[in-house]
């Protein structure tokens, strides 16, 4: 049955599988612990793959390295896979504009609060909002100006 929850998880790992960010959108691993094994188990059998693409634990992995980087976006074992990408390449691509193409793991870390805007402008509770990395960014920036303002008002 078709639904506008196609997105489970949005992760980031560095290159030793630590979590870097994570966001769970449903109750598959509703526990700390659960989340990180699952993440442990996704990076083991990612890091050394050419491929895009994983079922792992009956879901849908797609993902991508960058440097020293893995993203992952999580969908069901029925999610169209194009979709997923869709929201992967979105996140990938508006980061590197952010980034201005310096996407590793020390400039993400600087830049964490451009990052959790980004997500919440793609995803939300699980849905997908845009696909648009222009969009993305334009937006992120509107919320920076913003935030901002409001900082010098104070």
Not at 43 to 52: A, G, L, N
Request: net charge negative; aromatic share 10%; with cysteine.
């Amino acid at each position: 049955e078709p639904s506008l929850y196609t997105v489970k998880a949005v992760i980031i790992l560095d290159n030793d599988g630590e979590r870097l960010f994570a966001k769970y959108y449903d109750g598959s691993y509703p526990s700390t612990k659960e989340q990180r094994v699952f993440e442990k188990n996704i990076f083991s059998k990612t890091q050394r793959s050419d491929s895009e693409i994983a079922l792992l634990e009956g879901l849908t992995v797609v993902y991508r390295s960058s440097i020293d980087l893995y993203f992952y976006v999580i969908g069901s074992p029925y999610e169209n896979e194009l979709m997923l990408t869709a929201v992967l390449n979105c996140l990938f691509d508006s980061l590197s504009q952010m980034l201005r193409k310096n996407v590793e793991k020390r400039a993400l870390l600087e830049n964490m609060e451009g990052l959790f805007l980004a997500v919440d402008e793609i995803v939300d509770g699980g849905v997908v909002l845009e696909s648009d990395p222009q969009q993305v960014v334009h937006r992120v920036l509107q919320a920076a100006k913003e935030q901002i303002k409001w900082t010098l008002l104070r």
